[in-house]
């Protein structure tokens, strides 16, 4: 059954460094989103993707996030300068249209020390 | 905007125990509701969604009914397994009307089972 896969699972960086959450998302799918969890709260979202550019936004993606396609198969998640509040679990999701599930991967684990 | 209220947990039941998960949400619209379950190690799954007043979603045993009067998608099993130990997630979603695709989800409530 195609999934969405993540990696790393885990990843602890510094506090100021840059840090990039890979996922590849199913191959057919043309919508593809970015979810955290921080612990203990909500799972909240962060970023649609469609047609190779960003379609929405929440207010927690400031400039120190991005996100790329950079070759048709992966779909990433850059952290310029991690804060200690940035850690938490990533989600990446995709779908192939609109109004249908989404399928989640399982997560990056990120700490920031 | 739209939220998400479910219970919090963590709750723990016996094999065979009834459970109920409540969910209420407010949004200004009529938004598709869903379950999202998530077993250990594993990424986010779709349990079962209603799109509509009325409908009810079922799922390995699982249902919830959307109930626009009381604003609230419970989610209700029988019998539970020790398989079913997860987290649970309600979230809603207003992209049937035109509106975000994004999801909202509540706070997650996990679950355990034990034999």
């Known amino acids: 059954e195609p999934e969405v896969t993540q990696t790393p699972s885990h990843q602890v960086t510094q506090m100021g460094q840059e840090v990039i959450l890979r996922c590849v998302p199913i191959?057919?799918?043309?919508?593809f989103y970015w979810y955290r969890q921080i612990l203990g709260q909500k799972v909240e979202f962060l970023v649609s993707?469609?047609?190779?550019?960003?379609?929405?936004k929440s207010e927690i993606f400031d400039d120190q996030f991005s996100v790329e396609r950079p070759d048709g198969s992966n779909f990433t998640l850059k952290i310029r300068s991690t804060k200690l509040e940035d850690s938490a679990m990533y989600f990446c999701?995709?779908?192939?249209?609109?109004?249908?599930?989404?399928?989640f991967g399982q997560g990056t684990r990120l700490t920031v020390v | 905007g739209n939220s998400v209220t479910q219970m919090e947990g963590p709750v723990t039941l016996s094999e065979e125990a009834f459970l109920t998960i409540n969910c209420t949400y407010t949004?200004?619209?009529?938004?598709?509701l869903f379950w999202y379950v998530q077993y250990p190690g594993e990424g986010l799954q779709l349990l079962l969604k209603?799109?509509?007043?009325?409908d009810k979603g079922s799922n390995k045993g699982f249902e919830a009914t959307y109930r626009k009067e009381t604003t609230s998608f419970h989610l209700e099993k029988g019998s539970v397994q020790v398989s079913d130990s997860a987290v649970y997630f309600c979230?809603?979603?207003?992209?049937?009307?035109?509106?975000?695709?994004?999801?909202?989800f509540g706070k997650g409530m996990k679950l355990t089972v034990n034999p």
């Open positions: 999701a995709s779908n192939d249209r609109r109004n249908t599930e989404a399928f």
């Open positions: 191959s057919n799918h043309l919508y």
């Open positions: 993707f469609y047609n190779n550019e960003i379609s929405e």
């Open positions: 949004a200004t619209g009529y938004p598709s």
């Open positions: 209603a799109t509509k007043a009325d």
């Open positions: 979230a809603l979603s207003d992209a049937m009307e035109g509106g975000s695709e994004k999801l909202v």
